[in-house]
């Protein structure tokens, strides 16, 4: 079992930065591929990045390459989503999801486990 708890979300203007951080409990994380997600209102979830087991391959959405960076610290159990020049575009709750495949994936059903989430607003 792998519990998620996500953290770093807020407000910030357009231009602006945040990390988000992603803690896990269990000891699947460190053979796990990881990924980010995030949700607007009145959207599906969509993918947004995630990395592989070890970290050494990582993948994108189109709309924060660039922008976004993922990373993981398997010696803490933790990941993380640097994001800079924040769009208002990017406002969501974004949430970190665990797989049982060390392969990382931008499918939602690729994913067993799911954080709670945290919120995101990017102001104009």
């Known amino acids: 079992q792998v519990q998620l708890v996500e953290s770093g979300g807020g407000l910030v203007q357009a231009g602006g930065s945040l990390r988000l951080a992603c803690a896990a409990s269990?000891?699947?994380?460190?053979?796990?591929?990881m990924g980010w997600f995030r949700q607007a209102p009145g959207k599906e979830r969509e993918f947004v990045a995630a990395?592989?087991?070890?970290?050494?391959?990582?993948r994108y959405t189109d709309s924060v390459k660039g922008r976004f960076t993922i990373s993981r610290d398997n010696t803490k159990n933790t990941m993380y989503l640097q994001m800079n020049s924040l769009k208002p575009e990017d406002t969501a709750v974004y949430y970190c999801?665990?797989?049982?495949?060390?392969?990382?994936?931008?499918?939602?059903?690729?994913?067993?486990?799911w954080g709670q989430g945290t919120q995101v607003t990017v102001s104009s």
């Open positions: 269990g000891r699947l994380f460190s053979n796990s591929a």
């Open positions: 990395n592989s087991w070890s970290g050494g391959s990582t």
């Open positions: 999801a665990a797989s049982r495949q060390r392969i990382e994936s931008d499918r939602v059903s690729a994913y067993d486990y």
